[in-house]
C-alpha cells in the first residue's frame, strides 16, 4: 500500500512538473500567441465597429484611411505570421482597392484565423534564427516576434483614434457586457 501510495505521489509531481517545464520552455512564442488572440478580437471589433461609409475617413490627406489600415493589416497579418512560423502563406485573391467593408472584415478574420494556426507551431527553440524582412533587411526570429505584435499594436491604435475622432469608442474602452 506504502509503495503504491509513494508511486502515486511521484507520478502525480512528475506529470506536474514535466506540464510546468513545457509551459517555461515557450515564454517568448506563449506571449506572441497571447498578443495574436488580444489583437485579433480587438481590431476586428474596431474594423466591425465603423460604419461602412466611414472606410474612406482619414484624419489628414496623408495618413492611411480606414479602409486602408484594414487592407495593410490584412497583407501584414499573411506576411508576418508566415515568416515568424516558417509556414507558407495562404494563396488568396487579391481585394479589389474598392472592396466593401464586409469584404475586408471578412478577410481580416481569415488573416487572424491563418496567424492562431502557424503561430501555434512557433516553439522558443529557434528565436536567434535569422531571416529576412522588408527587403533584404536581416532580422531574428525574436525580433520578428516583436515587430509582429508591435504592428498590431500600433494599427491597434491607430484604428481606436480614428474611432474616437468620429464619436465612437475603441473596443478595449467599452465596459464589459454582463
Known amino acids: 500500500m506504502k509503495v503504491s501510495l509513494s508511486l502515486g505521489i511521484l507520478s502525480v509531481c512528475w506529470i506536474s512538473a514535466t506540464a510546468a517545464a513545457q509551459s517555461a520552455a515557450t515564454p517568448v512564442s506563449d506571449a506572441l500567441r497571447s498578443s495574436q488572440e488580444r489583437s485579433a478580437k480587438n481590431l476586428i471589433a474596431a474594423a466591425e465597429e465603423f460604419p461602412a461609409d466611414k472606410y474612406g475617413f482619414k484624419p489628414t490627406p496623408a495618413q492611411m484611411s480606414v479602409g486602408e489600415v484594414v487592407a495593410h493589416l ?3 497579418n499573411d506576411f508576418l505570421c508566415s515568416k515568424v512560423s516558417g509556414t507558407a502563406a495562404p494563396k488568396r485573391t487579391e481585394l479589389a482597392k474598392t472592396a466593401t467593408k464586409d469584404q475586408l472584415v471578412a478577410r481580416l478574420k481569415e488573416t487572424f484565423q491563418f496567424c ?6 512557433v516553439n522558443d527553440s529557434d528565436l536567434g534564427g535569422k531571416m529576412q524582412l522588408f527587403g533584404k533587411r536581416e532580422f531574428t526570429r525574436a525580433q ?10 500600433d494599427h491597434y491604435s491607430q484604428l481606436a483614434i480614428y474611432l474616437r475622432l468620429n464619436g465612437l469608442l475603441p473596443p478595449t474602452a467599452k465596459k464589459p457586457e454582463s
Open 144 to 153: 520578428a516576434m516583436f515587430i509582429t505584435s508591435d504592428d498590431w499594436a
Open 116 to 121: 492562431e494556426k502557424a503561430l501555434a507551431k
Open 74 to 76: 490584412i497583407e501584414g
